[in-house]
């Protein structure tokens, strides 16, 4: 099983950074969390913001987050919506799916001619 995020939404802000004060370097990265298997492929409501300053190279935490940049925080994330959660069947399920119902039939059939 794998895990990983993709990027649904990168959003410039006008903030100073904490780290190095600059004004036009702070970026807001939404991401959403997909699962996936041999057999499926899901994706889930769970999503992770993370604010990185492109001048200094740093990731700003939110423990160095002022109040300016907190509200700003909130209110991109309300105005940002998720892909829809789904989950997606491969060709493997599919044929194990097909191979159990084929056994379980062929099951069925030899209970009733014996």
Same mark, same amino acid.
């Given at each position: 099983?794998?895990?990983?995020?993709?990027?649904?939404?990168?959003?410039?802000? #006008?903030?100073?950074? $904490?780290?190095?004060?600059?004004? @036009?370097?702070? +970026?807001?990265?939404?991401? *959403?969390?997909?699962?996936? =298997?041999?057999?499926?492929?899901?994706?889930?409501?769970?999503?992770?913001?993370?604010?990185?300053?492109?001048?200094?190279? #740093?990731?700003?935490? $939110?423990?160095?987050?002022?109040? @300016?940049?907190? +509200?700003?925080?909130?209110? *991109?994330?309300?105005?940002? =919506?998720?892909?829809?959660?789904?989950?997606?069947?491969?060709?493997?399920?599919?044929?194990?799916?097909?191979?159990?119902?084929?056994?379980?039939?062929?099951?069925?059939?030899?209970?009733?001619?014996?």
């Amino acid at each position: 099983m794998t895990e990983n995020y993709v990027t649904v939404k990168d959003v410039s802000l #006008n903030n100073n950074c $904490p780290e190095c004060f600059s004004k @036009d370097g702070l +970026r807001l990265i939404f991401k *959403q969390r997909i699962v996936e =298997t041999t057999f499926y492929k899901s994706i889930t409501k769970e999503f992770k913001k993370e604010l990185i300053c492109n001048t200094c190279n #740093n990731m700003i935490y $939110p423990v160095n987050w002022t109040d @300016d940049i907190e +509200r700003v925080l909130k209110y *991109q994330e309300k105005a940002f =919506t998720l892909k829809k959660a789904s989950t997606y069947f491969k060709t493997p399920f599919w044929i194990a799916v097909s191979l159990i119902s084929i056994l379980i039939t062929a099951i069925i059939v030899a209970a009733f001619i014996l």
